[in-house]
């Protein structure tokens, strides 16, 4: 169980691309499994102490053990188990941010975690510098640091892909691709293989993994105005199409694939994804 949180702000000049800092203690005397969802964002995951186990269903072989490490964008649930003490911070970064701050096309991260030190040496010496600092507020500016160097040393993002990127985020996935892409004067196929390679996925996917992601985070709203119990049967209907689908069996369709469980499912207690979504 998690015996420490601390949630922190960056530095005003990160916080186009960066939301915010999560320092966390965690004790596990017995293992704790988690199931984490699929989402189009990068975690980063720089922690010391016992490491964790990340496992995809679908492919064990891109399993990571690893106490630091970089989960990049997927479009499939894995899970998670630890034993022990952690500690860490962990920086969750949208597509546009991560391929900024890391350097790299996030198509060599896609449904994949990797331990930092396999990464960027960077990002392992700076989990040693966190390590050894006394405190969460000293960890915090180190990162601010750190993270600031990053953005003078790297180049700024294809500016159509951004565009493409805010276009998929502000549609509500309602924006088509080759609608985007003729927007850009790009052909479909030509917006589709750089933005798989530069963000990870290919925008289609992008674009239903966003819409799972607010989906996912109006499910927790729901669960806590409906209490224990869990929201009723008889509203899946409306809720699947308010979060923008088809009807209740497309939202179910999404949800086993990019969480592994149903709505209903994961209404009830476990121990579900610790993503940001």
Wanted: hydrophobic share 45%; proline share 8%; with cysteine.
């Amino acid at each position: 169980m998690l015996t420490e949180v601390v949630i922190a702000r960056p530095d005003p000049l990160l916080r186009q691309w960066v939301d915010r800092y999560l320092g966390y203690r965690e004790e596990a005397p017995v293992p704790l499994v988690r199931r984490e969802a699929a989402g189009a964002f990068v975690v980063l995951i720089l922690g010391w102490g016992d490491p964790l186990d990340v496992t995809d269903p679908r492919a064990p072989a891109r399993s990571a053990y690893a106490n630091a490490f970089l989960a990049g964008p997927s479009d499939g649930w894995c899970v998670t188990r630890t034993t022990g003490t952690g500690t860490g911070v962990q920086v969750s970064l949208t597509a546009p941010a991560a391929r900024r701050l890391l350097g790299l096309p996030l198509g060599e991260l896609a449904n994949q975690a990797v331990p930092v030190d396999a990464v960027a040496g960077w990002l392992a010496r700076l989990r040693d510098e966190l390590a050894v600092e006394p405190g969460w507020p000293q960890r915090f500016a180190r990162l601010d640091a750190a993270l600031t160097a990053r953005l003078a040393a790297t180049a700024p993002v294809d500016p159509h892909l951004l565009t493409a990127w805010r276009r998929l985020a502000g549609s509500g996935a309602a924006a088509g691709v080759a609608t985007i892409a003729g927007e850009l004067g790009w052909s479909r196929r030509h917006l589709s293989a750089r933005f798989r390679r530069e963000f990870g996925l290919p925008p289609r996917t992008v674009a239903r993994l966003l819409r799972f992601e607010r989906a996912y985070a109006s499910l927790g709203r729901t669960l806590l105005t409906a209490g224990a119990a869990g929201p009723d049967d008889a509203g899946w209907a409306e809720r699947a199409v308010r979060w923008g689908y088809y009807d209740q069996s497309h939202l179910i369709r999404e949800f086993r694939e990019f969480a592994g469980a149903t709505p209903a499912a994961l209404a009830g207690p476990g121990s579900h994804s610790s993503n940001p979504a």
